[in-house]
Structures are given as structure tokens and as C-alpha cells.
């Protein structure tokens, strides 16, 4: 099933009257942020009806520390960087001044303050889709937010019907994970159009992974 290219129109904003601007939100932890985000996040902001994708740094979990993950501020940049040239496309920080662990309904709650020109949308992988049930404030996710879902191999979906604001995408996935760039630059090897060119050279000069 693919999203359709004309959906319903926005709702408008209550100060202005204008129809609300439609923006993807792409969540991640982007350590390093690589060619398949940003595939993905441009196939969504240029053929879907979103004006935007927003690509949002998660921070570390308190609960969860990993010893490759970089600083939060190093990973922001390293996204600066990767969308620089892309008016579609924008690094999001807001995660990382929020308390912590981040959720979600948090962070959209915090994003329609301070942004309420904007309608959000959550983009996600369909192994996220499957666990929605159980996310903080589920209920509210899935009733008050469009979901916007692309395949993942090996991942079945969910029934759609519980789902009712849910919609596949068939979005091209390109088989490129930020484990095996990490591992790349560890062993020496290359990297080069696994990331962008200014992400290479920010990783290489930092001594990032290394």
C-alpha cells in the first residue's frame, strides 16, 4: 500500500486563518547521520504532502548508555552539516533540551508550542509501528497524529484498522546501518557516499569512532 499524493486538507491556524504547513518529524539517534536517513527523510519531504522533514536528534538515555554513541552536540552538527543545502530539510534539537528520558507526546507537545503554523506528522519504520501500543501516551500518538510508515525487510505490519490515522509508504530503504560506518572508520576503511562528504570530513578530522 503507498500513500496517496492528495490527502485532506490541513486544518487552519486559529491566529491566522492559513491552512497549517504539514512537517515530518524523523526521529534518531543519527550516529552517525548516513545516505539512508537522508533518503528516506527526501523521498519523504518531496513526495508525500509534507512541506518538510525535520530530523530529530535524540539524546542518550540515562537508561541505555552506549559507548559509541558521541556527545549529543556532536551528532547535531554532524545533521547541521548532512542538511545544510537542503531547505526541506532541517537538524531538530529540541529533544535535547527537554527532560530526560525523552518521549515522544513530549516532544510533539513541545514542537505544537512552540511551532503552531506547523501540523506534525511521525515518520516511522514499521518495527516502531508494531510497538506503538506501548509508547507513553499511545492513545493520544495515534489519535491526535498523523503516522506516516515505511517497510522495513523482515518486518510484518500491523493491522492498519486499529491504526485509523496510520499510513504506508513505500519509501526506498537503502541497506546502510550507523553500526557498520562506525566499524568502518575503526578499521580504517572507507566511508565515502555512506555519508555526506561534510559528515566524512567532520568525522575524520574529529577522530570520531575512531
Do not use: C
Not at 533518503?39 to 512541506?51: C, H, K, N, P
Not at 539524546?59 to 543545502?85: C, G, H, I, N, Y
Not at 501540523?119 to 514499521?126: K, P, Q
Amino acid at each position: 500500500m503507498s500513500l496517496l499524493p492528495v490527502l485532506p486538507a490541513s486544518p487552519s491556524s486559529a491566529a491566522t486563518g492559513a491552512p497549517l504547513t504539514r512537517v515530518g518529524l524523523l526521529f534518531g539517534s543519527f550516529n552517525p547521520v548516513h545516505t539512508g536517513h537522508l533518503v528516506l527523510a527526501e523521498y519523504f519531504a518531496t513526495r508525500t504532502d509534507l512541506t518538510q522533514v525535520w530530523l530529530v536528534v535524540s539524546p542518550q538515555s540515562p537508561f541505555k548508555l552506549e559507548a559509541d554513541l558521541l556527545p549529543d552536540t556532536a551528532r547535531l552538527a554532524m545533521l547541521q552539516l548532512a542538511v545544510a543545502d537542503n531547505p526541506r530539510l532541517r537538524a531538530e534539537a529540541i529533544e535535547l533540551s527537554l527532560a530526560r528520558p525523552s518521549y515522544t507526546i513530549a516532544t510533539l507537545e513541545a514542537l505544537q508550542a512552540r511551532h503552531p503554523e506547523h501540523e506534525f506528522v511521525l515518520l516511522m519504520g514499521a518495527d516502531n509501528l508494531a510497538s506503538l501500543p506501548r509508547w507513553r501516551a499511545a492513545d493520544r500518538l495515534t489519535q491526535e497524529f498523523d503516522l506516516y510508515a515505511y517497510p522495513r525487510p523482515g518486518v510484518p505490519l500491523p493491522a492498519l484498522a486499529s491504526l485509523p490515522r496510520a499510513r504506508v509508504v513505500a519509501a526506498p530503504l537503502l541497506d546502510i546501518s550507523a553500526t557498520f560506518i562506525r566499524q568502518s572508520v575503526r578499521a580504517r576503511q572507507s566511508i565515502r557516499y555512506l555519508v555526506p562528504s561534510a559528515v566524512e570530513q567532520e568525522i575524520l578530522a574529529q577522530g570520531y569512532y575512531a
